[in-house]
């Protein structure tokens, strides 16, 4: 029986025929308006772009992870942060400046591909699973630093590198020989805006590094947050321009040079990086020599010299943090063979980080 009967009312007086609706079967397919069934058909073209968009982006390639300060890059970050949250248990994402004991800037250039790769063949990591091991070992962070070249094969070549072992610091400045000063102190800049390390330090890729007693050296209290560690020296200005380290601006120095660090190693410590992350370029003396450019920002500074024979020596021993041919060379000589060298020896590679008497 249908809900509602459709007999003449007997109460209204009207003209008007009223023919009895056939009531509607409940077997017959209902009638959907037109519209609902163009919102349906809109709604599902964007169900599957958005499934193929999905799938399209998960199965393309990933570019080289890289992280910015102005147009310096440091091409380990990206991996630094997913490494850390994947094996730490973490999900912090991408850290701007990660707390570090201390940020090791190997310089290097367009000419040294094969001091890399014997650097990484010994004791630099050759990719960046080992390269985060060894940070979260010895709180010490490690890139090659390396400027910009016009040469297009050259950048061409690097980039390849650079997609291989995201290992780089990019430094946003022309790299050449003749502006190392230069070249050090955007160094500087970069890794202090980059990094948050209690010491910052500058190497050469042709020395032999412990990395485990750099970090044993850094850790050491100290009363002076304003501090310079190298292996110390002083000696004659170079006046001559047909000699080795000639300084052009050396009728300012006099005869003799102040104490200085040699070039192949030194450390600043935090408080020093600020002060130059935050003088105008400009601002600022440049000599002919690195070393003795540093050296003499850190008599401007006040700061303290803390002079540590252990990372010159010329040969491995228990104490020896970096290994070089002083004074035959500034560095090793013929470092790409000889890192390999030192490398099998057991005193170079495998003694403990402390001698027996000091652990």
């Known amino acids: 029986m249908p809900l509602f009967s459709h007999r003449p ?74 490494s850390s949250s ?34 990484r063949s010994t004791w630099f990591p050759r990719d960046p699973d080992g390269l985060l091991r060894l940070e979260q070992a010895t709180g010490l962070a490690f890139r090659f630093v390396i400027g910009r070249s016009k040469d297009l094969k050259k950048m061409a070549q690097l980039e390849k590198e650079v997609e291989t072992y995201s290992d780089f610091m990019l430094i946003d400045m022309e790299e050449k020989y003749l502006k190392l000063p230069y070249k050090t102190l955007a160094f500087f800049k970069a890794a202090f805006e980059l990094f948050e390390a209690d010491y910052y330090v500058k190497a050469d890729d042709d020395i032999y590094l412990r990395p485990d007693r750099l970090a ?37 120095i006099g005869n003799g040079y102040f104490l200085h660090a040699y070039g192949p190693i030194y450390v600043l410590s935090a408080e020093v990086v600020a002060s130059l992350a935050a003088a105008r370029n400009n601002s600022l003396r440049m000599f002919s020599n690195e070393d003795v450019t540093i050296g003499s920002w850190m008599l401007a500074m006040n700061v303290n010299h803390e002079d540590n024979r252990a990372i010159c020596d010329p040969r491995c021993t228990p104490t020896s943090i970096a290994v070089w041919d002083i004074p035959k060379c500034s560095g090793l000589c013929n470092p790409a063979s000889r890192m390999k060298e030192l490398h099998k020896i057991d005193m170079c590679s495998k003694s403990p980080t402390l001698p027996p008497d000091d652990r």
């Open 9 to 82: 009312s007997h109460s209204l007086a009207t003209t008007k025929t009223f023919k009895p609706h056939k009531p509607s079967s409940t077997n017959s397919p209902a009638r959907y308006p037109l519209r609902i069934i163009v919102f349906s058909l809109i709604s599902l073209c964007i169900g599957i772009s958005g499934t193929i968009f999905a799938v399209v982006a998960i199965r393309r390639p990933r570019p080289v992870p890289v992280f910015h300060c102005g147009r310096s890059v440091d091409t380990f970050r990206a991996f630094y942060s997913a």
């Open 86 to 119: 994947r094996r730490l248990g973490g999900n912090r994402g991408l850290i701007d400046r990660p707390k570090l004991l201390g940020f090791v800037g190997i310089q290097t250039g367009f000419d040294s591909v094969e001091r890399r790769a014997a650097l």
């Open 216 to 252: 044993t050296l850094l850790a050491k209290e100290r009363t002076n947050p304003m501090t310079y560690i190298g292996c110390l020296k002083k000696g004659p200005v170079i006046t001559d321009p047909k000699l080795k380290w000639y300084e052009k601006s050396g009728h300012l």
